[in-house]
């Protein structure tokens, strides 16, 4: 059975329920998935899975401290244990999947990207390629403003049902890539 690891954070559960459909698409691909709001996943070694999945709100262009502290660790120790090479040697069998969600109010997806970009090279660095990137649009809660009139519109109640279904779907689809 293939390895799944799924850390993420939420703070007002967008992408809670984006994580939870990711481990519905992965467990009905037949993946042994281990999931974890960061807290028990400290220790936890991107090598020992098959896919390694990141997921978090975008926070001012960047995913929040939290998230950023759990890859800087996992970075320091790879690094002290010399895995940070010139051209980053891929490691066979080993794969990421980085996702935010993001309600993009002043400039769209332009603000998500350089959150996903930066956390990506923590797993191309360490040999690791990023299958995927998902940028999931979700409602910027107790923002009222910012839901209804920022670039992306009315984005309340997102991510909806339906793309919480996709998600699950995409999931899916992502077991064949591994
Ligand atoms: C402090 C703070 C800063 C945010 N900064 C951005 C931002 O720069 N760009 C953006 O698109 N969304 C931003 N958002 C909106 C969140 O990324 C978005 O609502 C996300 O889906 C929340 O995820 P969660 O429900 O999992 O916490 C911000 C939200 C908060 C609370």
Known sequence: MKKALIVYWSATGNTEKVAMA?????????MDVSL????????????D????????????????????RFLKSRFDKYQKEKRILPCCPIVKGKNAL???T????????DEALPAVKYTA???IHVGIP??????????????????????LG????????EDLDKIRKDALKLVSKI
């Open 130 to 151: 990023v299958i995927n990137e998902w940028y999931i649009i979700g409602e910027f809660h107790g923002r009222e403003d910012l839901s209804t009139r920022g670039k």
């Open 22 to 30: 990711l481990k519905d698409g992965l467990v009905e691909g037949d």
């Open 121 to 123: 090279q923590f797993f």
């Open 98 to 100: 980085v996702f935010c």
């Open 154 to 161: 009315d984005i309340r109640g997102k991510p909806s049902a």
């Open 36 to 47: 974890f709001k960061t807290k028990g996943a400290e220790e936890l070694d991107y090598f």
């Open 102 to 109: 993001y309600s993009g109010p002043h400039s769209g997806i």
């Open 49 to 68: 899975y098959d896919l390694a999945c990141v997921g978090f709100p975008v926070y001012h262009f960047h995913p929040p401290d939290i998230i950023v």
